[in-house]
């Protein structure tokens, strides 16, 4: 094959993707009670809200 053959490539589906869905994925649990403290502390003193805010702005 040169560099200028293009071979066919099959497509597999693996999962269908909701782009409004964010989770984060964790595979140590004090990372994700880390994340969580932190989430709930930025929550508590309006941090999020205003970072939401600052992406939600058109």
Not at 3 to 28: G, K, M, Q, S, W
Request: a negative charge; hydrophobic letters at 35%; glycine letters at 2%.
């Amino acid at each position: 094959m040169n560099a200028l053959e293009i071979n066919e490539v099959d497509e597999h589906i693996f999962n269908i993707t909701n782009l409004e869905d964010y989770r984060p994925v964790f595979r140590d649990k004090r990372v994700r009670d880390d994340f969580n403290l932190g989430l709930k502390k930025i929550k508590e003193n309006r941090t999020f809200q205003k970072i939401y805010d600052n992406y939600m702005e058109p």
